[in-house]
């Protein structure tokens, strides 16, 4: 019940692209689901997080849906650059409690 | 630049040994959580403190330990070191429902 399960484990968008990544979850409890961007040998940085009275949250080209009754969230990175190469994670909490991460997403963004 | 710091940034050790990870939160923030990161097992969430209380325990191991001093800076105990337990720590802060801010991580060699 504790889980986030995250989808693909790795991805391979061409720049200018839509990158997207799918994370399900099992807790209704869970009430903050955030994504994180980490590159190699540097912590996660929190990218958008969304709470689950929203359908949707657009920040630049970071979009995250999020479907309560599937119990499923997404990201979406619009116009995909080379920057944006790096592993994304997902995670949902409950309150101010720990968050739960998802296994991470491999994210390659060739020119 | 999260706000959150950490020291030391490496730490090369031998089996047996034992070390102390330091973290400082953000300013203001009163929960601390630390994570181990490895290669096969993602983000893995250790503990969490907050205003000097233990909040929740994680997989942690009963060699590690953890504590939160009255400034809100903590420190993660990591005894009778294994090879297996090397390995990203990252240390994270939050306020509360704003947000969970990673630092920039120590990378444990265990010889």
């Known amino acids: 019940q504790q889980q986030v399960k995250q989808s693909p484990q790795s991805l391979i968008v061409q720049k200018g692209g839509i990158s997207i990544i799918n994370c399900a979850y099992e807790?209704?409890?869970?009430?903050?689901f955030p994504w994180y961007q980490q590159f190699p040998g540097k912590g996660p940085a929190l990218l958008i997080a969304?709470?689950?009275?929203?359908s949707e949250k657009k920040e630049g080209r970071f979009t995250i849906s999020f479907n309560k009754s599937a119990k499923q969230f997404s990201l979406h990175i619009m116009d995909s650059q080379p920057g944006d190469s790096a592993t994304y994670f997902c995670a949902a909490s409950y309150s101010t409690d720990k968050l739960i991460f998802g296994t991470g997403t491999r994210l390659q963004v060739f020119p | 630049d999260s706000g959150v710091t950490q020291t030391p940034k490496h730490l090369i050790t031998a089996t047996g040994q034992r070390v102390t990870l330091r973290c400082s939160p953000r300013s203001g923030d009163l929960s601390v959580y630390w994570y181990q990161q490895s290669l096969d097992q993602g983000l893995q969430f250790l503990i969490q403190y907050y205003n000097g209380e233990e909040r929740a325990k994680g997989n942690i191991l009963e060699r590690f330990s953890a504590q939160q001093f009255p400034d809100l800076h903590s420190e993660l105990n990591l005894s009778s070191l294994e090879l297996g337990d090397s390995a990203l720590y990252f240390c994270a802060s939050s306020v509360g429902a704003g947000g969970v801010f990673f630092g920039p991580g120590t990378r444990l060699t265990v010889l």
């Open positions: 969304i709470r689950p009275d929203v």
């Open positions: 807790n209704t409890a869970f009430d903050y």
